[in-house]
Nanobody
Framework: QVQLVESGGGLVQAGGSLRLSCAAS????????MAWLRQAPGKEREFVAS????????YYADSVKGRFTISRDNAKNTMYLQMNSLKPEDTAVYFC???????????????WGQGTQVTVSS
């Protein structure tokens, strides 16, 4: 089992920045691929970014490419999402997830956090 806890969400103005964190415990964090997905009201949960077990490869949704950066610190069992140049359409609940591959599909992740709200005002 893996337990994931997100933090760092909040309210920010358009153009601002936030950094989300995902702290992991349980099964060896460093062996797992990790990802961020988000869900806006009335919409499906969508892929944001993912990172391989060693941080060697990262993947991004087109909508966040160039603005968001995913990273991880295996010594601290923590993953991060640095979000810059935020837009109102980035408003959503952001979930961290863990799985065996750094895919883009929700079904590829077996472990989930409870989510953290990000609200971007215009």
């Amino acid at each position: 089992q893996v337990q994931l806890v997100e933090s760092g969400g909040g309210l920010v103005q358009a153009g601002g920045s936030l950094r989300l964190s995902c702290a992991a415990s349980g099964r060896t964090f460093s062996s797992l691929a990790m990802a961020w997905l988000r869900q806006a009201p009335g919409k499906e949960r969508e892929f944001v970014a993912s990172i391989t077990w060693n941080g060697g490869s990262t993947y991004y949704a087109d909508s966040v490419k160039g603005r968001f950066t995913i990273s991880r610190d295996n010594a601290k069992n923590t993953m991060y999402l640095q979000m810059n140049s935020l837009k109102p359409e980035d408003t959503a609940v952001y979930f961290c997830a863990a799985g065996n591959v750094a895919g883009t599909l929700r079904r590829e992740y077996s472990y989930w956090g409870q989510g953290t709200q990000v609200t971007v005002s215009s």
